[in-house]
């Protein structure tokens, strides 16, 4: 079992079909009949995204949180470690070395925004210890910086102390009950949790950070765990109108897939359909841990040739590779060992398989299996009907017989696709010749569309 601080899910599927040796194209679809157009990954690509927890402004997590875990868990040897050695701060000139490497890398993922990090002070007022310029330059990056590739979550309000919403102070009590790590002890409503939800949320809209999903820290919301995807439905949407939220919460292992499961589905066949997105990571945290402190161990995502790993194991499966980070254990107590680690595992990944991986944003991800799950397709002859409930980019099918000329798709105009020789070179707005069938890419628009072209 791969070690996390994070709950496993253990969860049943649909099966994923085995990978086509033009790409891992992997289909998205549920069991099909013989001759079924499939949904294959976005551009036969098997998905990457990188998950980054307990990021915030300036505050390093690992040397704020330790004491007071150590307050709540006395008896807890992993939580009597030496903070006061670690620096206060993981700089914004590593964030910004971090997140110019991730560009000219291509890597996409998310990345958190703790809106009262370990109650140090509000992300949208002050932080005591740095400048006001400070704050607001730590802002400006992540805005300019990390937000065109990465989705922004808050990782609740703390990350450490429940706050009282009357208040905004955390409650007197220091238990496991007033943890958010751990919190609820007891069941709570979906409007008393979304509540919780939207206050954190209201603080990174203050910052201008746009977001479109929640990371839970450790165990929150373990006991009420329906009630929870529908709070994060309620609150993203009320809070940024977001048509699709989804959230982090969970690591699956073994053989599992990791698709991303879709949770609370209503509405579908009306103009405003309901779901949340739960998108799972696949591995555990091996680079520098929450705290920092650890020595990486990349080669349990990849080994140096990608021959194996963790990561290897995914995305030769075809199922989407979400790998697993915490802020601190990226700049490892200035070290940067954890990043080091980071960059010879993405290094080692794009070399191998980068005509064979697309990376993505978390709400991408979710985005494309939502849709992919949830438009039905209707087939006449030479024609496809598709009534998707969600838009998404790069929506790949695969269509039993040949086209003797460029299938065109129709959503209020029609465009002619434009063919390519290589699964490689496959993108939106092109098809593919295969063997017995076909592949059109294209991006899908909410409501009906049809693609159509000329048998032979």
Known sequence: MTISRREFLFGSSAAIASASLSGMAASVSAALAPGDVEVLNPRMRVPLSFVIDDSTCLVNMGHFCMPQFAEC?????????????????????????????????????KYSIVPYPACVGWVDRELPGWSRRELLDSLKLVRELMVPNWDIHPEMITHTRVIDLKTGRPFDEISPATMENSYPREKKSVDELASYLAYALRILRNC???????TTPGGFGNLVKPELALAVHDAVRDVYGTDLPH????????????????EGVRDLDTADPKLTVNVPAGTGDWFGGWDGDRVPEPDRYATADASSGRMVELIERGDPAVFLCHWPGMYTQGTKAG?????????AINQRFKNQTLWLKMSEIGRYYAAAELTRIERRESTLTLRAPFDTRRFTLRIPGKANAAPAVT?????RLTEVRSAAALDSGNWLHENDSFVVCFDLPKGESTVSWAAK
């Open 208 to 214: 201008d950070l746009p977001c479109e999903g929640i």
């Open 73 to 109: 868990y006395p008896e807890r040897a992993d939580y009597q470690k030496p903070w006061k050695t670690w620096p206060r701060e993981i700089p914004d000139s590593f964030v910004r070395e971090f997140g110019e490497w991730c560009a000219e890398h291509g890597v996409k993922g």
């Open 411 to 415: 959503a209020g105009e029609t465009v």
């Open 339 to 347: 990043f080091q680690a980071f960059q010879q595992v993405v290094l």
């Open 247 to 262: 959230y982090f919460k969970y690591v699956i292992d073994g053989k599992e897939s990791t698709r991303p499961k879709l």
